[in-house]
């Protein structure tokens, strides 16, 4: 079965630096997507990126980059000189490309607070 | 080029009463999603649907129905409210659902209280 988990509740980080947010996953499907979304006070949910898991190069989009490790199980989103804006919601997400066609399952989140 | 627009954005119904939220999107995608956001929680999968005429349940689909009349638009229907559908709701489409531009886009949202 799949499953998402994000350990970490709630975050600091200052601004500018980097940070990075856990995700580990668990499917038997061997081929899958992982996605972050940002989901800022407003209540909006933004994607960010997505990684293919038979990408053969971890996923960049500007500030964001995706530290992913098959072997692990772990998709860990880096956001490198962190801006006051960054301050959100984070969620991880999972699609089983291959059985799960059209159920995408989402972590609980992480909330991250960005300090001047 | 609006996205996906969703109506309305607040609701408060009474226990029993039901109502349709709208959903359109203009980016010609063929498959489209409903989920809920309970408080402090990711998202939740209620229906889908790869094009028009064909839906299918999600993980919580109980208490709901759907229709895909058009690629455009697909609405959600809360028959017979309860406390336990309070809740934020969201929909979602995207172009595919392997490979590139499989990234759902999201409307705002729609916040539904049942008392």
């Known amino acids: 079965a799949q499953k998402i988990t994000q350990t970490q509740p709630g975050m600091f980080v200052q601004e500018k630096e980097a940070v990075t947010l856990d995700c580990t996953y668990d499917t038997s499907d061997p081929s899958y997507g992982l996605f972050w979304y940002k989901q800022p006070s407003s209540g909006e949910m933004i994607f960010l990126i997505y990684?293919?898991?038979?990408?053969?190069q971890n996923a960049t989009e500007g500030r964001y980059s995706l530290n992913f490790q098959k072997a692990r199980k772990s998709a860990n989103l880096v956001i490198s000189a962190s801006q006051l804006g960054d301050s959100a919601m984070y969620f991880c997400?999972?699609?089983?490309?291959?059985?799960?066609?059209?159920?995408?399952?989402f972590g609980a989140g992480t909330r991250l607070f960005v300090k001047a | 080029n609006a996205g996906v627009t969703q109506t309305p954005k607040f609701r408060i119904l009474k226990i029993g009463q039901s109502m349709t939220l709208q959903c359109a999107q203009d980016?010609?995608?063929?498959?489209m999603y409903w989920y809920r956001q309970d408080p402090g929680m990711g998202l939740k999968l209620i229906y889908y649907s790869v094009g028009a005429g064909i839906t299918d349940k999600g993980e919580v689909p109980n208490g709901y129905n759907v229709s895909r009349s058009t690629t455009e638009d697909f609405p959600l229907r809360l028959e017979l409210a309860a406390p336990s559908q309070t809740s934020v709701y969201f929909c979602?489409?995207?172009?595919?659902?392997?490979?590139?531009?499989?990234?759902?886009?999201f409307g705002p949202g729609t916040r539904l209280t049942v008392l």
């Open positions: 997400a999972m699609r089983d490309l291959y059985t799960g066609g059209f159920k995408t399952i």
């Open positions: 980016m010609n995608h063929n498959y």
């Open positions: 979602a489409s995207s172009y595919s659902i392997t490979g590139d531009n499989n990234e759902q886009f």
């Open positions: 990684q293919g898991s038979y990408d053969q």
